[in-house]
């Protein structure tokens, strides 16, 4: 897909729903508390949001628990535009572990994270297409450590196939990830060092321990 400003066509979806009056359902799959502060304080004036939580690629489960209940605590403090509600999905690791079998020594940003992020956006694609919903997106283009152009591929791949439209983005314009960070520190939300499945875990612990050395 030849590269797009993003930022600007999501900015022409919500002019067009405001000038038909139109306030559309979104299911937004998030990553984490902390990645959605800012997309929520952005969307949640142009759209009804309800967040879906799908991350079975976050090990341990006691990691992903946490993470999740960090997003239930943000939806319930942060004022919104429009009411933001969740689905909670159930933690299936295994799943993951299947999908990634033979990428496990992928780099980070490699095969193994476009798997995963295929995983993640077509469960909430089909979710939104069950449940009615006018789109479906993700939080995940807020990092600048995420493939925004990747993320958007694979979105606009399954709105074809699922007939539900995908809601573009490139969340890390207009100051986005800085907004998140002083959004997390306001909400004294947990900010986790690692993307969450363990193999970033241990590429993060190479990481540190060579800056040591």
Known sequence: MEKKNFDKELEKIILKNQKEHFVPTLLLHSCCAPCSSYVLEYLSRYFKITIFYYNPNISPIEEYLKRKEEQKRLISEMPCSYPVSIIDCDYDNSLYEEKIKGL??????????????????????????????????????????????????????????????????????????????????????????????????????????????
Request: net charge positive.
């Open 104 to 213: 496990e020594n992928e780099p980070e940003r490699g095969r193994r994270c476009s798997v995963c992020f295929r995983l993640r956006l077509e469960k909430t694609a089909l979710k939104a297409k069950e449940l009615g919903f006018d789109y479906f997106g993700t939080t995940l283009t807020v990092s600048p450590y995420k493939n925004a152009n990747l993320l958007n591929t694979i979105g606009l791949a399954l709105e074809n196939t699922y007939q539900v439209s995908f809601l573009v983005s490139d969340f890390k314009k207009k100051n986005g990830y800085k907004r998140s960070i002083e959004l997390s520190r306001e909400y004294h939300l947990y900010r986790q060092d690692y993307c969450g499945c363990k193999y970033s875990k241990l590429e993060r612990g190479r990481l540190l321990l060579d800056k040591k050395n």
